[in-house]
């Protein structure tokens, strides 16, 4: 047997059925027409949002990633909860602006640009964070045929990272960003060129469970805004601090607790330097706002024996749910939270079960070795922390199986 990630405190069974949002989960696969699919909770996604803004210091902004789930109904919703959407394509800027989110309070960044995304970008009047000398050339060269003075901010490639994160996104050689000792001399470029420079995006990586790792990043960042406005000589209307709050997907992971992260955050902004006095501040956050409130549903389509081992196939896979699988961005495979939603809270059999999807590799394994109440064919199998990098970040063509469905509730 394999140990498991914790399945997320939100949910409980009644009649030994999961209940999402306080749906049973066969009933929400019946509402959404088959299997497999993803199910949102609104209610999560407000309560996370809600705790985090219960945490932070108040001048805060909350800003969303949107390429953790760009659902278009989900980024309806999101667009009236948070204050700002970071979009990282040009498909992306146009869901985020379809969803209502004022132009205002959109950053696009990502490294290749495409002149046609810098040009939407700047006539919609959204931010670019910049991610090159080059691509600042393009940006204003742009501008001046459009006739408007672009939004740019630049992204730092920072000299730290964040200690123990999952996804590592500065210190050392990045392709994010302009690094940090280049980083003055391109805004004063830009400003010269008579673009509104909007201030520094400073992202330093994903995925920490460690509060005091991001209490020590959240401090640096700053420090490094401080250092560089100072350079430039003029005051950085934003400062955005990035992200990196992350999930206990694992075996032995724990909640990540955001409230020391406020309090620290509270007194360096306090404390901080004059240049800074009048900036405003913003995290954005993509897989901690709303990976929780994602559940994945496939149904068990054959149970089998192998050489003495149990196998539990379902209808959906690493087509739909690539991370669950092993294969995003993970060095070990270990097994998200995975139940029976049909039989949820039943004592696990003896024996353990490897849960498979129905694509051929064997990389497509959802559960390996799980402790599992007795499946049976018919059964529902949930997979938990569903909510972000699942469909838009999963090989949907991959073998030519329909799309997964995808229902929000709450
Ligand atoms: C992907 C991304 C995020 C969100 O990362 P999460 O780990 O989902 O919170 C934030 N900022 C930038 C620039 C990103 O590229």
């Known amino acids: 047997m394999k140990p ?7 949910f409980s069974g009644e009649d030994d059925m999961l209940l999402i949002g306080g749906c049973g989960a066969a009933s929400l696969a019946d509402e959404a027409g088959d299997t497999p699919l993803f199910v949102y909770d609104m209610g999560i996604v407000e309560a996370q949002v809600r705790s985090l803004r219960q945490a932070m210091p108040d001048a805060l902004a909350i800003h969303y990633a949107m390429k953790a789930n760009p659902h278009p109904p989900l980024l309806a919703r999101m667009a009236g909860l948070v204050d700002g959407f970071d979009v990282a394509s040009g498909g992306e800027l146009a869901l985020a602006l379809e969803a209502g989110m004022d132009p205002a309070h959109i950053s696009f960044a990502g490294p290749g640009k495409r002149d046609d995304e810098l040009t939407a970008t700047i006539h919609a009047g959204a931010t670019l964070n910049l991610e090159s000398e080059g691509e600042a050339r393009r940006a204003l060269v742009i501008g001046r045929r459009l006739g408007i003075a672009p939004k740019l901010a630049i992204r730092v490639n920072p000299d730290f990272d964040l200690k123990g994160s999952g996804m590592r996104m500065g210190g050392g050689a990045k392709p994010f960003g302009v690094d940090a000792d280049r980083a003055a001399a391109l805004a004063r470029m830009v400003i010269e060129a008579g673009a509104e420079w909007r201030g520094w995006h400073i992202f330093a990586g994903s995925q920490a469970l460690d ?5 020590e990043m959240q401090a640096a960042t700053i420090a490094l805004a401080a250092r560089l406005s100072e350079e430039v000589g003029a005051a950085p209307p934003l400062v955005n601090l990035g992200g990196g709050f992350g999930l206990a997907y694992f075996p032995g992971d724990r909640r990540l607790d955001i409230r020391p992260i406020g309090t620290a955050l509270a007194s360096v902004l306090e404390s901080r330097a004059d240049i800074l006095r009048g900036s405003s501040f913003a995290i954005e956050l993509g897989r901690w706002l709303v990976g929780e409130a994602g559940v994945y549903l496939t149904r068990v389509i054959d149970v089998k024996q ?20 092993g294969n995003f961005g993970t060095v070990v495979r270990r097994n998200y939270p995975i139940a029976v939603a049909n039989r949820f809270g039943i004592e696990p059999a003896q024996e353990a079960v490897t849960v498979v999807g129905c694509l051929c590799t064997p990389i497509d ?8 109440p007795p499946v049976a064919e018919g059964d529902l199998i949930a997979i938990f922390l569903a909510g972000a990098y699942g469909a838009s970040a999963s090989p949907n063509a991959f073998l030519g199986h329909p799309l997964p469905r995808q229902l929000l509730i709450g």
Do not use: N
Request: no cysteine; proline share 10%.
């Open 4 to 10: 498991m990630g914790p399945i997320p405190p939100h």
């Open 365 to 372: 394994r959802l559960g390996d070795k799980v402790a599992l």
């Open 211 to 215: 509060p005091h790792a991001i209490i």
């Open 306 to 325: 192998s050489m003495g081992e149990t196998f539990v196939v379902v209808d959906g896979g690493l087509h739909h749910q690539l991370a669950a699988s």
